[in-house]
């Protein structure tokens, strides 16, 4: 019995002096937080750039219709192909658009001319009163908002758990933009 425990003590003596594998073990302890710092940068990085995209396709949007005194609805139903294609390579589908007509009173206040979304409906009613920036409200003026909401997937994040809420980031851009021709812009059949 003495000699089987001085055997074991020769040994743990022996393995205690042993550093061949830690390199190996502290890699093992490392690599999954390294590995979780790269992909969520990866995440953060394509993230911030889609949401620059969707900046970009708000103003696009904007920009077209105030290009002319007098648009339809066909015309605005064109704007969601527009802001799709602003939006590659990334995925664009489910993104809700809405642009509005703002006419603003002598008083500063903004009211609803026209307005339409992606789905053809009416999301604002005619006159009702519209919030704007302070710096945008210049009384006998008009504008023409484009709103977009757009909800990124996240990509490498917990790909196969269905029901977690941090999956996706609920994006929405707005824009104002001033009419190019005339005093305002009309929508014949909004």
């Given at each position: 019995m003495k000699g089987t425990l001085a055997a074991?003590?020769?040994t743990v003596r022996r393995l205690r002096g042993?550093?061949?594998g830690v390199g190996a073990v502290e890699f093992a302890l490392i690599a999954p937080v390294l590995i979780v710092l790269y992909m969520g940068s990866l995440e953060i990085s394509v993230a911030m750039s889609v949401n620059k995209k969707l900046a970009r396709a708000a103003s696009t949007v904007a920009d077209l219709v105030t290009q002319d005194d007098n648009i339809d609805k066909a015309f605005l139903a064109s704007m969601v192909?527009?802001?799709q294609s602003v939006m590659m390579p990334y995925r664009a589908d489910g993104m809700k658009v809405k642009?509005?007509?703002i006419a603003i009173d002598a008083s500063?206040?903004?009211?609803t001319t026209w307005s339409w979304q992606d789905d053809n409906t009416r999301p604002y009613s005619v006159g009702s009163t519209q919030t704007?920036?302070?710096d945008l409200a210049i009384p006998n003026t008009f504008l023409v908002r484009?709103?977009?909401m757009f909800d990124h997937k996240l990509l490498l994040i917990m790909p196969d758990i269905q029901d977690i809420d941090v999956r996706t980031i609920n994006m929405k851009k707005t824009y104002h933009l001033r009419q190019r021709i005339g005093d305002s812009v009309a929508c014949?059949?909004?």
């Open positions: 074991l003590n020769r042993d550093r061949s192909n527009v802001a642009i509005t007509g500063g206040i903004g009211k704007l920036p302070k484009t709103e977009l014949s059949n909004c």
